[in-house]
């Protein structure tokens, strides 16, 4: 039986907003390397970097009928999240429905299939990650489900959970881990800004990260060569003069 949830519990807003402020590859760090979208799914237009609560669609492959249903359930500061229950390249959202849920206050849509209209998604400044960027269209024959659990892009999302998402790709934040994540999204950023510092006055990450004792453990040496001495790994193959000109 297909279901519409109204009024999940979301992540409050305050922290999801603060979410924003890190990208993509700071958050994954933060939680321990987990909660990454497939990297197929990419921006449909450079630039933008957003975070929000999601609102999750379950939608048959290439039927939209459920998102036009999820629009009525969106509120300010969400991301839409689409996820189809079979692989499917249609585009399934354009600049019709962007027009509809940018006056709900959405802020951006992730979706594991196909959007279109990208030049016109541009020039409103409305966000997609999609998988693909087709033309094919959609019908409304079919239902789905709103505001339940879904797979997108190899994650589970949740309603209300935060999903961020920038030109390196998308991450979720399970709502109930939103909070700690974010405490350690902020000390990642402190310590990177630290590095960044000694970096740029000539530091070596060897030594800033004290790398050089897990590397002599490991094996790794170090010898200065000789005078003349050819020291690379086929030194010794006598390579004939043809492949040693290519071929010329």
Not at 49 to 56: C, L, R, W
Not at 72 to 93: H, I, K, M, N, W
Not at 144 to 150: A, F, I, L, R
Not at 228 to 239: F, K, L, N, Q, R
Request: hydrophobic letters at 40%.
């Amino acid at each position: 039986m297909s279901v519409v949830i109204r009024h999940p519990a979301r992540t409050d807003r305050a922290t999801a907003d603060a979410l924003a402020g890190y990208g993509v590859a700071t958050v994954h760090e933060a939680q321990r390397r987990t909660g990454l979208l497939d990297p197929a799914l990419r921006p449909v237009w450079g630039g933008a970097h957003i975070a929000g609560t999601a609102v999750t669609v379950s939608v048959p492959p290439a039927d939209n009928w459920m998102i036009h249903v999820a629009v009525e359930q969106c509120r300010d500061g969400d991301v839409l999240v689409v996820a189809p229950t079979s692989p499917s390249q249609a585009g399934y959202f354009g600049d019709l429905l962007a027009t509809s849920v940018m006056a709900r206050g959405v802020r951006g849509l992730v979706i594991d299939a196909g959007c279109r209209d990208v030049a016109e998604l541009a020039r409103m400044g409305f966000p997609v990650w999609a998988r693909h960027i087709s033309a094919f269209g959609t019908v409304k024959e079919t239902l789905g489900d709103v505001n339940t659990p879904v797979v997108c892009g190899g994650q589970r999302i949740e309603p209300g959970d935060v999903v961020v998402a920038d030109d390196d790709g998308v991450v979720v934040v399970p709502r109930l881990r939103a909070a700690e994540v974010l405490a350690a999204s902020e000390a990642r950023e402190r310590r990177e800004a630290g590095l960044r510092e000694r970096y740029a006055r000539g530091e070596l990450g060897l030594d800033v990260n004290t790398m050089r004792e897990r590397l002599a453990r490991k094996g790794l040496t170090y010898r200065d060569a000789p005078s003349g001495e050819d020291v690379s790994a086929d030194a010794s193959v006598d390579v004939p003069a043809a492949e040693r000109t290519g071929g010329r």
